[in-house]
């Protein structure tokens, strides 16, 4: 497969040789679980109280997610500026660590959520209705955890060696083998049996298995210019490997907060909601965080497909093509979140048509959507700098942005309007929006502070 030169003066055509890939490859991959809620709220008499089920384990679902990118975000971009500075000993040890932490805590997260899962849902809200429902759905989907932490954490190693085009094609694997396998495990076909939300959660373990084995055989087998391999790591270097590791997670900190935030926000918008809708308003919010989801997906794809690019051109100690290609990525990223805010506005109900045909669920559905979706557009701000400070190696920055937005705006206010003001319910879809603002100006208006310093720096190097 072709090697992307991310050294390259192409800017504009590396990010999007990188970013296209990886949409198709981040749209499939959102597949294992849309796929899931699109079969689940058509079940005949019980689909929506089920599809309210599935959003009580979103939480725990996105804790996992969160130790993923904890690894990935951190281990990929020193990854990729190792690859920058040609220390390529350097690089493969990075990739064979993070790849031991991946499956690693996989097993330990795995067993925690067979031993905790029917405390949290309970924590999260879920009625007893809703539990005979989330429980068996969360005890088959933790048996896929392993492979889920492999496949997706390793993917981005994939994607910083250059090689998006095999990054997308093992996430599209895993995501069709799902596609096929859902209508047939929860409605059954011939001899297999009607397995309803269990035949769900089995057929996304196949499919991250299966696009674990492809990730795995890849980075194993690529024929990367520099020969970096993925290999297991003896014991005795990971003894050694303390630095690395603090590397690792003081950088990926970011990912994981912003991923944990997310699972905070939505075990308070699920308990909230249960308290002031009940069941059928956690059906509402399972459906909006599912649109925004499908949404997300193709400006978190420019946004991370331009990550290994300014990270290698920082150690490459080259900020022209650095500077345009934060440039490049902010401008397409307001772009896409300007248009996706008008379409959420003149189409809602072809968004939550996808999920459900619930005529009732519609009515509360369509307001809570246009609320949640009201300042969309300055996600694109808040993604552009985080992953910025991520592509730099800037902890604190990342850090700090990260947990700004979630938990010391969003997590309060979804506790305070429905209240303190007697918005009811949308208070909770109200607090999105106004943590969009706040939170993405800071971080935009921040980074461009912060890159302007760096460029300075270079300057004045440059001058001596």
């Not at 990886?22 to 079969?39: E, F, G, K, P, W």
């Not at 068996?136 to 896929?144: A, E, F, K, Q, R």
């Not at 300014?310 to 300007?338: C, D, E, F």
């Not at 307001?367 to 996600?379: D, E, R, T, V």
Request: aromatic fraction near 12%.
């Amino acid at each position: 497969m072709k090697q992307i030169d991310f050294g390259s003066k192409s800017i504009w055509k590396n990010i999007l040789g990188t970013a296209l890939p990886m949409l198709l490859a981040q749209t499939c991959s959102l597949l294992y679980n849309i796929i899931d809620r699109v079969y689940i709220g058509r079940i005949p008499e019980v689909g929506t109280l089920a599809l309210g089920a599935i959003g009580l384990c979103f939480p725990i679902i996105t804790m996992i997610l969160a130790f993923t990118n904890l690894y990935a975000g951190g281990g990929a971009p020193l990854f990729a500026m190792a690859r920058g500075k040609h220390d390529l000993a350097s690089a493969q040890k990075l990739m064979n660590l993070t790849f031991f932490l991946e499956w690693s805590t996989g097993l330990v997260l795995m067993l925690l959520g067979w031993l905790l899962g029917p405390f949290l849902l309970r924590l999260l809200g879920a009625s007893e209705d809703s539990l005979g429902y989330a429980l068996p759905y969360l005890n088959i989907y933790l048996l896929g955890t392993v492979f889920f932490m492999t496949s997706t954490g390793m993917n981005p190693f994939i994607n910083a060696e250059g090689f998006p085009a095999a990054g997308m094609i093992s996430v599209v694997i895993g995501a069709l083998l799902n596609l096929i396998l859902d209508p047939i495990f929860i409605f059954g076909l011939g001899p297999m049996p009607v397995l309803g939300i269990r035949g769900a959660a089995i057929a996304t373990v196949i499919s991250q298995a299966v696009s674990a084995i492809f990730v795995i055989f890849f980075l194993r087998k690529c024929h990367a210019k520099e020969e970096i391999y993925l290999q297991g790591i003896s014991f005795a270097e990971l003894k050694k490997s303390g630095k690395d590791i603090a590397n690792v997670l003081g950088l990926g900190a970011s990912a994981f907060i912003m991923q944990v935030t997310n699972s905070l926000v939505q075990m308070a918008c699920n308990a909230v909601l249960s308290r002031t809708g009940g069941d059928l308003y956690i059906s509402v919010m399972t459906i909006v965080a599912s649109v925004r989801q499908m949404l997300e997906v193709p400006v978190l794809a420019l946004t991370e497909g331009t990550s290994p690019i300014i990270s290698y051109n920082y150690g490459a100690k080259n900020p022209r093509n650095m500077k345009r290609a934060i440039q490049a990525m902010t401008l397409m990223a307001i772009s896409y979140t300007a248009v996706i805010w008008l379409t959420i506005i003149f189409f809602p109900k072809f968004f939550i048509g996808i999920f459900s045909s619930d005529e009732n669920l519609l009515l509360d559905a369509v307001p809570a959507l246009h609320i949640y979706f009201f300042a969309f557009i300055f996600m694109a701000l808040q993604y552009s700098g985080q992953t910025t400070f991520k592509a730099l190696g800037y902890k604190k920055h990342a850090i700090f942005f990260s947990l700004l937005r979630k938990v010391f705006i969003v997590v309060p206010l979804t506790f305070a309007l429905p209240y303190l003001f007697g918005l009811g319910v949308n208070g909770v879809f109200m607090a999105e929006p106004i943590s969009n603002v706040i939170g993405g100006s800071a971080s935009f208006l921040t980074m461009i502070f912060t890159i302007r310093k760096l460029l300075k720096k270079y300057s004045s190097r440059k001058a001596q």
